[in-house]
């Protein structure tokens, strides 16, 4: 028998479980700290149970990981490192879905030692996106042509038809990650010059994104942090343009910019929204944070005055109910109570489904001079009532992983991507038996 440990039980776990246990001889445990999502999970799928777990707790943890043959992380990336060790002392393999965090990355050879495998970036963006990728880079360089420039566009998003709030976005899960990323610098490569956005200025650098004409989709884009990382971990030298991107429905990011102006994304304490402060209506919270001026004498006009008359902002503001009566849910910090308030607000609906989107435009020279831009594209839809895009996509690359991991067709020992053939090539084929497939259209010049 085969025991798997998965700490964590949210959106994502249903798929990873589901795949593993359609073989008798793979046991799985549930560990989390929300124990009414594990017991859901434990008395859907076959062979698995739940437990109650703090990842913090180094005790229960210890145990938990010693007892088993492989733990699958997906709390937060922050606390990968603390799972790692463990693994790394009890001879465990892990794998996860994340980014290898510098602090991941630095229990490599601790992780060859011990001889164990630490599988990551296994989702949907980080993982399909490398995996598609590097499949092309193989390819040119196996027949001799060179990439001379790689954009990836990645989007989960609502299906337009339930698209229907001033951020065309909706969350499964806490949006505080998605509003923090809106504040990141970005650093890409674009031809040949290195492009630098400061911290505050990411959304005011979105651009409008012609993807996807044929579905009627009206979208844009931003940079996703250091692209130009990349040109080591792809193998891509002397590539002139390296940007990997956010895809977002036209209107979000004008709104957030709306958000920021009014102060809604500090993640400074504010007093009025400490522990045991008194009830506070969102109208209030606003008034706090926007002065009303002779020119501008009620909240309403101060907060259009402060968005610049911005018709757009304003809407977006109205239509989040920014200035209700609806009362704060107290979180120490602006960003915090935004964070609450649109979980309220921008919920999927009972039947409703999302969407993925992704597209990598890849330039290439071959040895005849002829020029090529490739699109390889994955559309990928929700099950209304069932699992949603993303969980799929992340879930089950991971689950697919997870499984090679304790068949011993993933050799490779300490921090592992699946950017070399012997792992994405079965991945990507065992997904076409998911549904979850790419389609490559070639332009030549």
């Not at 699109?375 to 997870?402: E, N, R, W």
Request: hydrophobic share 35%; glycine share 8%; net charge negative.
């Amino acid at each position: 028998m085969n025991r798997v440990l998965v700490l964590g039980s949210g959106y994502v776990c249903g798929p990873l479980v589901e795949y593993l246990t359609r073989e008798a001889r793979v046991a799985v445990t549930i560990a989390t700290n929300v124990l009414e999502q594990g017991y859901k999970l434990s008395t859907t799928y076959p062979n698995t149970s739940a437990i109650s777990l703090d990842v913090k707790d180094p005790v229960g943890l210890e145990r938990l990981v010693s007892s088993h043959d492989l733990v699958v992380s997906f709390v937060p990336f922050q606390l990968h490192p603390l799972v790692a060790e463990q693994c790394i002392t009890h001879k465990v393999n892990m794998l996860t879905s994340s980014y290898v965090s510098p602090q991941l990355q630095a229990l490599h050879e601790k992780a060859c030692e011990a001889g164990i495998s630490m599988v990551n970036e296994v989702g949907l963006d980080p993982g399909i996106d490398h995996m598609l990728a590097v499949q092309c880079f193989d390819e040119v360089q196996r027949k001799g042509g060179k990439v001379t420039s790689f954009q990836s566009w990645c989007g989960g998003l609502p299906a337009t038809e339930c698209a229907t709030n001033p951020l065309k976005y909706k969350f499964s899960w806490s949006p505080l990650n998605v509003l923090m990323a809106t504040k990141n610098p970005a650093k890409y490569l674009e031809n040949g010059q290195v492009v630098e956005i400061p911290a505050g200025s990411l959304m005011q650098s979105a651009k409008a994104m012609h993807l996807y004409p044929e579905l009627g989709l009206e979208m844009e884009g931003y940079p996703n942090r250091d692209s130009t990382q990349y040109g080591t971990v792809y193998g891509l030298a002397g590539v002139q343009t390296l940007l990997r991107g956010t895809l977002r429905y036209k209107g979000f990011c004008h709104a957030m910019v709306g958000l920021t102006d009014l102060g809604l994304l500090s993640d400074e304490p504010h007093p009025s929204l400490e522990p045991g402060t008194p009830p506070l209506k969102w109208k209030e919270l606003v008034a706090t944070l926007v002065s009303p001026t002779a020119e501008s004498p009620d909240l309403t006009s101060a907060v259009y005055e402060l968005l610049g008359k911005d018709e757009e902002k304003m809407k977006a503001v109205e239509g989040l109910r920014i200035l209700s009566d609806d009362p704060v849910d107290p979180q120490r910090t602006p960003i915090g109570a935004l964070c609450s308030h649109l979980l309220q607000q921008l919920v999927y609906g009972p039947g409703e489904r999302d969407a993925v989107f992704l597209r990598h435009i890849i330039g290439i020279e071959w040895p005849d001079q002829k020029k090529e831009t490739r699109h390889i594209d994955l559309t990928h839809y929700g099950v209304p009532y069932g699992f949603s895009a993303m969980a799929q996509c992340v879930g089950k690359p991971a689950a697919i992983a997870a499984k090679m991991v304790l068949s011993g067709e993933i050799r490779k020992k300490g921090v592992v991507r699946p950017t070399t053939k012997d792992v994405y090539m079965p991945i990507l084929e065992r997904l076409k038996l998911e549904g979850i497939e790419a389609t490559v259209t070639k332009h030549r010049t």
